[in-house]
């Protein structure tokens, strides 16, 4: 008989422990909780984690086998991240060890190294120093890095060497072999001057900082209300700054576009310490190293975005969640968690604060702050000299749209541009028309695995859907009848960007939306060329909304806002509240004062007046009450069960089983809303229904789904169709 048992979470569909023997004739100190090993597993073997060492297993030792291999010889999971994952899988409901091996960086969940690199550094040697230059005249790129290293004159991480534009690791290993250069290694060198801002904080700001400052090492949730422009980011700087004097980490989560260089390099300008950053658009490599660091103490502060939540911290002493109310945070597929939520049992765990600034808070977020759960706190007012912008709606009902473009915005534009100022216009579609209507007969190009419209990208005169990805070229004819006159109807950033190249032929104009920012140095190009100065257009989608500070924009125009106000969705109109003011954000952030323009064919429209005439507060505390009484989240919970197949048969006869399960089972405080064909009926080729759960309290949504969700695979009818359970879905889609 063993001495001890392990409980691993094998990375696998599966909601449970598993049980397995040591290793033979090893002993229980080679074992860690949260330590990664391999496991056999079915015929194969499997990574998972060790979440308990325990003296019995309910199974037949007989029936047990030995783990392979101990990936580490210590956990790379504490106990606290432990308590938190687990606390998430059985929250969201999602198997323990996925949950796990998605918490944990892709090198370290495929079993690779928990090993920190040292960063190797690059100097000329006394003999590099003194080097005749003729000695290289014959290897002109050892020439190259030679004069490089000596223009340096201190050590340099390879990190310098691409801006090269050849292969220099050949070169620089010649100028190693001879004694020139000097290779040190080092964890990363962090020598930079930092500058001091030029003003001091105003009044709102202070009292923030100190209400955070005298609650280190205390558990709270602060919610910070601050316009756009308010200094946010200048009161996220100084409290980290203060958690740094106390020799503790700061973890500052972000939406994924608004984590730019730009704002990274302001953080680095200011901050003396060891920063690593986490997102999507760094290496396996990267993003490992930086857990690692945040993991062992050896980095002070990560900017990272929504995964970066689950980084395990050796001295956590401050979160920040900025946009709090993007629903980037919220995890789409697979493994669906609320990185806000995550944020704050997490900071509840570390018993640290935890800021969630906004300048449009979630209702979510306010609810929490009715029922005294965060503490609130405003900063009302634009820092500086900034003033707030003003807001004006354009009726269009009687307008005639020139183009899509009303005079009153096409006579501000110009006013704009003759000022030498910058103009945005937001749209809310990318390619160039979202419909493809043939004249004579009325056909419009569908997508063939979607129930949705092609969209037209004019200029490679293609059609695409946005949903499934799926493209093809636009057809000279009606397939239906065979007319060439095929048109265009209504409006994306392509067709605007169309209208006003033709109007201002002279102003230069950019298009910032996912197909022009594609490639990763496209948005940084975008930045420099608008911050030149000078008249110009900028036209892009909601990516223009988030955090850019562009200083010259004093006119935003919003070209399309009609179809936000009526949607099924209940939470559209949050969204649409939060995007115009994002959006008007982003005008007169500085001395110049700042107007936005909204064209609609619904002046009238209750979100739009309170809006414009109270702000988005008012508007928020409309739309909590009538979600109060409509019995809707936050003040209600819900679950959604999305089922898909080939074919509706399939998801159909699954449902109807689903159904006969929850038939005897008790449902009071339950509300069953479905199963209905999702909004999207067919999507990828893929037919998709939906089971919407809803409780008046946690608990009971909590109980019913423990009973329900594991008597679903077991199901014949389940092996046809994919299920997923959603909790607090922010997208009913
Ligand atoms: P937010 O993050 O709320 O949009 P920022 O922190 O980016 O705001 O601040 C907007 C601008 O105002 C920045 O250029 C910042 O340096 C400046 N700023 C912040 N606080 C102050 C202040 N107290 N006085 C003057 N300028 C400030
Ligand atoms: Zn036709
Ligand atoms: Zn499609």
Not at 153 to 162: E, G, H, L, Y
Not at 252 to 276: C, G, K
Not at 440 to 467: F, T
Not at 632 to 637: A, E, I, V
Request: with cysteine; aromatic share 8%.
């Amino acid at each position: 008989m063993p001495e001890f048992y392990l409980k691993i979470a094998i990375d696998a569909p599966l909601d449970l422990l598993f049980d397995y023997l040591p290793i033979k004739n090893s002993s229980v100190e080679e074992y860690a909780v949260g330590q990664r090993v391999i496991a056999p597993f079915g015929r194969s073997s499997r990574i998972g984690v060790v979440l308990d060492i325990t003296s019995h297993s309910q199974l037949d030792d007989k029936k047990l086998k030995p783990v392979k291999t101990l990936l580490d010889s210590s956990a790379v999971l504490s106990k606290l991240d432990i308590k938190l994952l687990r606390w998430a899988a059985d929250y969201y409901h999602h198997p323990i060890g996925e949950v796990f091996s998605q918490a944990l960086p892709k090198q370290l969940r495929k079993g690779g190294d928990a090993q920190i690199k040292l960063i190797k550094n690059y100097a000329l040697s006394a003999q590099g120093n003194s080097l005749q230059v003729d000695k290289l005249k014959r290897s002109p790129r050892q020439l190259a890095l030679w004069t490089f290293l000596l223009q340096q004159n201190k050590p340099i991480t390879s990190d310098a060497f691409p801006c090269f534009g050849w292969a220099w690791r050949a070169p620089l290993n010649s100028l190693i072999k001879k004694g020139w250069v000097v290779v040190s290694e080092c964890l990363e060198q962090n020598t930079h001057q930092t500058i001091e801002p030029s003003f001091s904080t105003n009044v709102a700001q202070q009292s923030f900082i100190q209400k955070v400052i005298r609650s280190a090492n205390t558990y709270q949730t602060y919610l910070l209300d601050g316009v756009t422009g308010s200094g946010k980011t200048e009161v996220y700087l100084q409290l980290i700054q203060h958690t740094l004097s106390l020799g503790q980490q700061a973890l500052i989560l972000l939406p994924e576009i608004t984590l730019t260089p730009q704002l990274a390099n302001r953080f680095r300008q200011r901050l003396v310490a060891h920063m690593v950053v986490f997102h999507s658009g760094l290496s396996d490599t990267q993003r490992t190293q930086a857990w690692l660091k945040m993991q062992n103490g050896d980095a002070d502060i990560m900017l990272g975005t929504r995964s970066a939540v689950f980084t395990s911290m050796k001295n956590p002493g401050l979160i920040i969640l900025d946009e709090e109310h993007d629903t980037s945070f919220k995890q789409q597929e697979g493994f669906r968690y609320s990185a806000r939520d995550v944020a704050v049992m997490r900071a509840r765990d570390y018993k640290v604060p935890i800021v969630l600034g906004t300048a449009t808070p979630s209702l979510e977020s306010l609810h929490n702050v009715n029922a005294s759960r965060f503490m609130y706190h405003a900063l009302p007012e634009r820092a500086g000299n900034a003033s707030a912008p003003s807001i004006k709606l354009i009726d269009c009902t009687n307008q005639t749209l020139d183009k899509h473009l009303s005079p009153p915005l096409l006579k501000a534009i110009g006013a704009c541009l003759e000022k030498q100022e910058q103009v945005i216009l937001f749209v809310n579609r990318r390619g160039f028309a979202p419909v493809l209507m043939c004249r004579s007969c009325g056909w419009v190009a569908q997508c063939s695995r979607c129930d949705a419209r092609m969209v037209l990208h004019q200029k490679n005169q293609r059609l695409k859907c946005h949903h499934c990805g799926c493209e093809g070229a636009k057809p000279l004819a009606c397939p239906d009848c065979q007319q060439t006159e095929l048109f265009p109807l209504g409006l994306g950033t392509q067709r605007i960007e169309d209208v006003l190249s033709k109007a201002y032929p002279n102003t230069p104009l950019t298009r910032i939306d996912r197909d022009s920012t594609q490639n990763k140095d496209a948005m940084q190009a975008v930045i420099d060329k608008v911050s030149e100065g000078g008249a110009q257009i900028l036209i892009g989608t909601q990516m223009l909304a988030k955090g850019h500070h562009f200083p010259n924009v004093t006119l935003v125009g919003i070209v399309d806002i009609d179809a936000g106000l009526f949607s099924c969705d209940f939470r559209a109109s949050e969204r649409t509240a939060q995007l115009i003011t994002q959006v008007a954000g982003r005008a007169g952030r500085e001395e110049k004062p700042g107007h936005v323009l909204i064209q609609t064919h619904q002046p009238n429209h209750p979100l739009l007046q309170t809006l414009i005439n109270d702000g988005y507060a008012q508007f928020a505390r409309d739309a909590l009450t009538e979600r109060e009484h409509a019995q809707l989240p936050p003040f209600h919970y819900q679950a959604l069960l999305r089922v898909n197949a080939i074919k509706e048969s399939y998801v159909n006869r699954f449902l109807a089983d689903v159904g006969r399960l929850i038939e005897p089972m008790e449902k009071n405080g339950i509300e069953l809303f479905g199963p209905v064909p999702a909004p999207m009926l067919k999507r990828s080729g893929r037919f998709r229904y939906q089971l919407l759960i809803q409780t008046a309290d946690r608990k009971t949504r909590y109980q019913f789904l423990k009973r329900l969700l594991p008597q679903l695979n077991p199901l014949k009818s389940s092996r046809f169709v994919r299920w997923s359970i959603d909790i607090d879905p922010v997208d009913l889609y």
